[in-house]
């Protein structure tokens, strides 16, 4: 199945071949560009080799059109939003940990709530988060 990843912000497409591709900014201000499976649940992650990310460090993953940090506060945790339109047109929000190694994804849309990886327990319900549109 064919997911294009969208940037909230400015609407660009994230997605290029089999790769979602984010510009990665470390708490040292160290930047390099990462590249994601697009199949929610698919960890594996690709980087240059002088670029690292250590497993449990948040990263601000920002848009490579726009350099949004897509960074997003859900209760005490740091999630990475990004809008995702399936092959059938339909268009969900999409919620990953921005700890690297942290698996856990919501996909969220209308009258879907699916999660993938091993998903943080939240107290919230979805609805209302504001920036959710
Ligand atoms: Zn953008």
Avoid: W
């Avoid at 091993?118 to 979805?126: C, D, E, R, S, T």
């Amino acid at each position: 199945m064919k997911n294009d990843f969208i940037c909230p912000y400015c609407s660009g497409h994230l997605n290029i071949k089999d790769k979602v591709v984010f510009v990665a900014k470390k708490i040292n201000g160290e930047t390099g560009i990462i590249f994601l499976h697009p199949k929610l649940g698919d960890y594996s992650s690709e980087m240059h080799e002088t670029f690292n990310v250590s497993k449990g460090e948040d990263v601000d993953i920002l848009c490579p059109i726009c350099h949004q940090n897509l960074k997003q506060k859900v209760e005490d945790k740091n999630f990475v939003h990004l809008l995702l339109v399936e092959e059938d047109g339909k268009r969900y929000n999409v919620l990953f940990s921005s700890i690297f190694g942290e698996y856990s994804t919501f996909k969220i849309g209308k009258e879907v709530f699916e999660t993938f990886g091993k998903p943080v327990q939240l107290g919230i319900n979805f609805e209302t988060l504001s920036f959710l549109k």
